[in-house]
């Protein structure tokens, strides 16, 4: 009897340890398959990674492209505005010496008014002209007035 009671607990000493051994068998698998589906989730989460950076330089790429250009546009912006400026201030002393002109056309047969026209539009013309380097005084001149003539333009007046 002893014999069947050491081989009954070394039956069950082994079932117990099989059991155990299956258990964790299964636990490896378990394991494994977590372990491989990890793998697969960093492997699918690299390339989203890789994508996303990929991404990330585009976009800078085109912020800085598109800072450029807005720079750009702005420089132009600015030139339109500075031309139309001057534009403005043209036409603006373009009217001024229209006014002027007929103000001399119809004083010319009155040279008292056309004296006093005279020095008013030649302190304003040498102010309107003086930024484009146009002398347009000599048409008031004195010494053309009664004429009626204009004198040759004068390089000295610049």
């Known amino acids: 009897m002893r014999v069947c009671a050491c081989q009954v607990q070394a039956e069950s000493k082994l079932s117990g340890q099989d059991d155990e ?3 964790l068998r299964a ?10 589906d990890l793998n697969g989730l960093k492997a699918k989460l690299t390339h989203e990674n890789f994508e996303l950076h990929r991404q990330v330089q585009e976009l800078d790429s085109n912020n800085a492209a598109l800072a450029k250009l807005r720079v750009q546009l702005q420089q132009q912006l600015d030139e339109a505005k500075a031309r139309l400026e ?34 008013v539009a030649k302190g304003a013309l040498t102010s309107a002209f003086g930024r484009q380097k146009i ?9 053309t007035a009664h004429t009626g003539g204009i004198p040759p333009r004068n390089d000295s007046d610049e």
């Open 86 to 119: 001057e534009e403005s201030r043209v036409s603006d002393d373009c009217i001024l010496l229209t006014r002027i002109t007929a103000l001399w056309l119809v004083s010319r047969t009155d040279t008292s008014v056309l004296q006093v026209g005279a020095r």
């Open 27 to 36: 636990q490896v698998e378990e394991l494994a398959r977590q372990v491989q």
């Open 21 to 23: 051994l299956r258990r």
């Open 135 to 143: 002398v347009c005084h000599a048409l008031f001149d004195k010494n």
